[in-house]
T-cell receptor, first 110, second 112 residues
Framework: GQQLNQSPQSMFIQEGEDVSMNCTSS?????WLWYKQEPGEGPVLLIA?????ELTSNGRLTAQFGITRKDSFLNISASIPSDVGIYFC??????????FGKGTLLTVNP | DTAVSQTPKYLVTQMGNDKSIKCEQN?????MYWYKQDSKKFLKIMFS???????INETVPNRFSPKSPDKAHLNLHINSLELGDSAVYFC???????????FGQGTRLTVV
């Protein structure tokens, strides 16, 4: 089946630093989504991407749909303590399923 | 106001019992899902329903039986619970299959 490789697995950064994480796959996806999950909560959708090459921002977050349709990245600028959580990428393919990456655990030190 | 709500939030039960988790969405979406999140936080789809019809059934033991009485509800019944069933179960919904999914808060199931 389709698999996503998400990296890094975890990040420890200082408040104010920029963050970058990415997902790659050997399969083509029609949709790339980025979610954030906080403890005790469900994943919350941050950004949705639908076209190859698309670059979309949501506040301090920016994500891109790779031109090959096999990858996507998420950048967070000027991190703050409330950015802490697990970030998941998800790819939507022709099989009507969302395949999730294994997550990037982000810790921000004030 | 909650878009996707599931109950209960916590469920502790003994091995061998049968339990149900309920889910409701008020977003008017046509598709609903059940996901399982294991202790390593990996999210894996279990089932997907579109307009009350089962469209995705991953390799899930047949002890797990989803039921969708209408488009706004998708319940999950689990028979003969096992220790390995302990996980967080998430309900989600989307307007179109395989696109932006909105998740509930999760049900933490602990089998003892």
């Amino acid at each position: 089946g389709q698999q996503l490789n998400q990296s890094p697995q975890s990040m420890f950064i200082q408040e104010g630093e920029d963050v970058s994480m990415n997902c790659t796959s050997s399969s083509i996806f029609n949709t790339w989504l980025w979610y954030k999950q906080e403890p005790g909560e469900g994943p919350v959708l941050l950004i949705a991407l639908y076209k190859a090459g698309e670059l979309t921002s949501n506040g301090r977050l920016t994500a891109q749909f790779g031109i090959t349709r096999k990858d996507s990245f998420l950048n967070i600028s000027a991190s703050i303590p409330s950015d802490v959580g697990i970030y998941f990428c998800a790819g939507g393919g022709s099989n009507y399923k969302l395949t999730f990456g294994k997550g990037t655990l982000l810790t921000v030190n004030p | 106001d909650t878009a996707v709500s599931q109950t209960p939030k916590y469920l502790v039960t003994q091995m061998g019992n049968d339990k149900s988790i309920k889910c409701e969405q008020n977003l008017g979406h046509d598709t609903m899902y059940w996901y399982k999140q294991d202790s390593k936080k990996f999210l894996k789809i279990m089932f997907s329903y579109n307009n009350k019809e089962l469209i995705i059934n991953e390799t899930v033991p047949n002890r797990f039986s989803p039921k969708s009485p209408d488009k706004a509800h998708l319940n999950l019944h689990i028979n003969s619970l096992e220790l390995g069933d302990s996980a967080v179960y998430f309900c989600a919904s989307s307007q179109v299959v395989g696109t932006e999914a909105f998740f509930g808060q999760g049900t933490r199931l602990t089998v003892v």
